[in-house]
């Protein structure tokens, strides 16, 4: 959902922009239809004016038709109007008590005591108006042949006018995003280690020119990373030569104390150098691909053999079934470091290894470690300077583990020192 994020906000904004707009052209429509009833339903004051003078003069029906002719309307017959009643639909009604004295009796000249119930119905019926009148005397039914129903047509041309241009708009904004989606999936791709993807993309626009920067800087890192490859490659091997020569040379000491303490010496560096190219390995993988499922007590078997440690001494308490995708031999090495780290310092020499919620642990016995988990795992450090260590074990570590999406934890429990290979949670989210 984050990596959606821009996408997500604008659709959110159109989908907030064309509610707003439908909400509003439907308060159009529905005041404007308002309006219209409201002044085509006035016209019923005419045909009842001429209906009560129908009445109240008893005039015939010929001269009550050409009344209602002057002013558009026509009677219907009475079951017709009944039918239209039924199936008809109401506009809008109106009930009041009209005095016979008011305006409609001044009107023809007739003074009446009382009142009269005066009901009046305006109906929509097969896109024509009718208007129902029903007093004390009688009822009838006209239809106006100059009305039609309300047609909000120039209204929904205009929403549709505006909404499309609105949906073109953010069509368009979402066409200019593309190049940045695209760049957002070049960028996980080196960010996986992918170091020959390319950013560079066509145009001067904004996202055009973060995308050549990005390309530049690229460029530049690739080159920085091949040098530096190149030169700690070249230096380790040209370092192995003169190592290899001194121990040679070692061997025709006279003095035995002389040949040890030089064996020694050219051991310790031998052993730097193999770490520096470890380290080397680690930090230049850039794929998974030689990454493959094992079984881990396969991986465990492996170390066991690179620490020349007696099997006695290494207790394994995992099922054979247990498999994890790793590089076979940086994760090997990483065990073997572990190994090593708790033959040095456990006081019975004895480690096991255990799998606890689905991940590595390894307990040995001894003192809890005097500064955080963090002094350790970083290059050259160590509790003591006599002791001998360059402290690129744990370092080398986690730099392994790092590499498997993998993080080294620490716990101390009675008397137990327990190292764990854990889940790196925060990538995983």
Known sequence: MRRHAVLLTVLFALFVTLVSVSYVFWQFYQLNYTRYVTNIFAKHSVITQLFH?????????????????????????????????????????????????????????????????????????????????????????????????????????????????IIISFMLILQRLRPLIRLFQRIALFGAGNLNVSFKVKGKDEIAVIANELETARLKINSMLSARTLFLRNIMHELKTPIAKGTIATQMLESQKQRDRFTSIFGRLETLVNDFAMIEEVTSLTSRKEFSEYRIVDIIDGAIDMSMVEPEHIEVDIKSSAKLVANYRLYTTAIKNMIDNAMKYSPDKHINIVIVDAELCFESKGARLKYPLNFYIEPFTK???????????????????????????????????????????????
């Open 383 to 429: 509790e003591s300077s006599s002791q001998n260590s360059f402290g690129l074990g744990l370092y080398l570590v986690d730099s392994i583990l790092k590499a498997h999406k993998q993080v080294l934890a620490y716990e101390y429990d009675n008397g137990i020192n327990r190292f764990i290979f854990a889940r790196d949670t925060y990538k995983e989210s």
């Open 53 to 165: 003078e129908y009445q109240q003069n008893q005039s015939s029906t010929a001269i009550f038709d050409a009344n209602l002719a002057i002013y558009n309307l026509s009677a219907i017959p009475e079951k017709k109007a009944q039918q239209i009643l039924k199936i008809g639909k109401i506009l809008t009604q109106e009930s009041r008590n009209v005095r016979r004295n008011d305006d409609l009796a001044e009107n023809t000249n007739m003074m009446y005591q009382g009142s009269s119930r005066v009901k009046t119905v305006m109906l929509q019926y097969q896109n024509a108006i009718y208007f129902y009148i029903r007093t004390n005397m009688g009822s009838i039914m006209v239809i106006d042949s100059t009305l039609k129903p309300y047609k909000p047509w120039s209204l929904i041309s205009s929403y549709v006018s505006i909404t499309s241009i």
